[in-house]
Nanobody
């Protein structure tokens, strides 16, 4: 129901735009988020956005470099990634929250996201 795409190999300093297309269900009324998991590490939140797009959260490690957005008419979530660093290398997942307006604590809690995409690999070379 959630299909992430747009990953690939890029040099440090480069950019990528990830997309997450929803099908079979409308996620436009739910908050959504991007997460990433590097080899041997836990899955962490990267960014999240409220259903209307007016509220967003960013992990400190990506603030100022990544931008999350959504097009509810297209049922699609995006993550624009600029200034990529080797430490951004990971599998990136999109997910839909169970709420439309989660609190900040709920927004960063992986357990609050019942719907997950399959992941797309981002590799940043130095």
């Amino acid at each position: 129901q959630l299909q992430a795409s747009g990953g690939g190999l890029v040099q440090a300093g480069g950019s990528l735009r990830l997309s997450c297309a929803a099908s079979g269900r409308t996620f436009s009324t739910y908050a959504m988020g991007w997460f990433r998991q590097a080899p041997g590490k836990e899955r962490d939140i990267v960014a999240a956005i409220s259903w209307g797009g007016s509220s967003a959260y960013y992990a400190d490690s990506v603030k100022g470099r990544f931008t999350i957005s959504r097009d509810n008419a297209k049922n699609t979530l995006y993550l624009q990634m600029n200034g990529l660093k080797p430490e951004d290398t990971a599998v990136y997942y999109c997910a839909a929250h169970r709420l439309s307006w989660p609190t900040p604590q709920q927004m960063v809690n992986l357990d609050e996201y019942p719907y997950w995409g399959q992941g797309t690999l981002v590799t940043v070379s130095s």
